[in-house]
Nanobody, 114 residues
Framework: VQLQASGGGSVQAGGFLRLSCLVSRIMFRAYDMAWYRQAPGKERELVASITSDGGTSYTNPVRGRFIISRDNAQDAVYLQMNALAPEDTAVYYC?????????WGQGTQVTVSS
């Protein structure tokens, strides 16, 4: 599986970004997808996930601000991030599990200044 994330950047608090992840080499529509993030000095954490049939879940700090979605025609998963706060600063990774192994994209940096 290949995952190519993009869309990160630097924004001020209250701003928004939309992350994209293009997925290849798997039957995308059959896979659950997820976004993780890793802030400096912290462990990587799950941010949001979406099942193959579109069910979504979010970690509490982002619920109500972030929206995960997928486009099976484009083999892509997205993360719309609104009302960004400095604590959202991290490298964001898209991820899936293929044959029991979790795979990661290369990550995209999101920096939120106060």
């Amino acid at each position: 599986v290949q995952l190519q994330a993009s869309g990160g950047g630097s924004v001020q608090a209250g701003g928004f970004l939309r992350l994209s992840c293009l997925v290849s080499r798997i039957m995308f529509r059959a896979y659950d997808m997820a976004w993780y993030r890793q802030a400096p000095g912290k462990e990587r954490e799950l941010v949001a996930s979406i099942t193959s049939d579109g069910g979504t879940s979010y970690t509490n700090p982002v619920r109500g601000r972030f929206i995960i979605s997928r486009d099976n025609a484009q083999d892509a998963v997205y993360l719309q991030m609104n009302a960004l706060a400095p604590e959202d600063t991290a490298v964001y990774y898209c991820s899936t599990v293929d044959r029991g192994v979790r795979s990661w994209g290369q990550g995209t940096q999101v920096t939120v200044s106060s």
